[in-house]
């Protein structure tokens, strides 16, 4: 579980994030919405550690991660774009972030097969197309096992097979009690692939329960139209 407390964040005198406090709970997959700079992604970086937040609290399980860099192990984490060094190989990648990790005993290779990557282990970074590199991102974010996983526009890039892959794993994931925090902007799949979501708007919460219960609240069947009734009513539910 993560639970964020009054959390604020300015860079210079725009304030990101202003007093956000929500919880998300294990078994569930939250879709993590809004528009451009209503401050998702500097949300997801305060929750790996990359920005420290001006003030306010953040608890994975129980415990502060304020100084305690331990609690990223149960946290995969799926980039939107993948900065990886141009000339190591696919092959060495997985290796050394095997080796990083002193609790790797518990591996999952399945997206590393189902995405066909063996195949193509001796190539280098910087000669792989988007999608393929969005492929080894994604296996990367499995690979450990992670009880916790963080997904940044997960489908963009992909085929369409690779995108069903990927979907598949991730339904197949939530079933076993994992918490998914996604964010996307085809909402199709946020709609499939999620059971609440937390919508921001300039850095507070604007909506943020179950997707079913967004859609009850504005009589829409289909996420997209849902929110967009959030958008033009200006609704506020929490």
């Known amino acids: 579980m993560i639970s964020i407390r009054s959390l604020n964040k300015k860079f210079g005198k ?32 305060c929750l790996l550690g ?22 990223r192990k149960n946290i995969g984490y799926m980039p939107q774009i993948g900065h990886y060094p141009d000339q190591m190989k696919i092959g060495k990648l997985f290796e050394m972030m095997s080796d990083l990790r002193s609790d790797s005993s518990s591996i999952d290779e399945e997206l590393i097969q ?13 000669t792989l197309s988007g999608g393929t590199r969005q492929k080894v991102s994604g296996a990367l974010a499995f690979l450990f096992n992670p009880s916790i ?20 794993k991730i339904q197949a994931e939530k079933a076993k009690g994992k918490l998914f925090l996604i964010t ?5 799949d946020l709609d499939e692939l999620s059971s609440d979501v937390l919508y921001l708007e300039e850095g507070h919460v604007l ?6 219960q967004l859609k009850d609240e504005t009589g829409e069947v289909k996420l997209g139209r849902a929110i967009a009734a959030v958008m033009k009513n200006n609704l506020v539910i929490v």
């Open 14 to 45: 725009l304030c990101v994030l202003d007093r956000v406090s929500v919880e998300f709970q294990s078994t569930k997959s939250y879709a993590i919405i809004g528009p451009n700079g209503s401050g998702k992604t500097t949300l997801i970086k």
């Open 184 to 188: 996307s902007h085809i909402l199709s």
């Open 114 to 126: 189902e995405f066909k990557l063996p195949q193509i282990m001796h190539k280098r970074m910087h």
């Open 50 to 71: 990359m920005v420290l937040p001006d003030s306010g609290e953040i608890d994975v399980n129980g415990e502060t991660i304020f100084k305690y860099w331990n609690y």
């Open 149 to 168: 996983l963080i997904l940044d526009e997960p489908t963009a890039g992909l085929d369409p097979i690779a995108v069903e892959v990927l979907k598949s």
């Open 207 to 212: 909506y943020n329960d179950s997707i079913q």
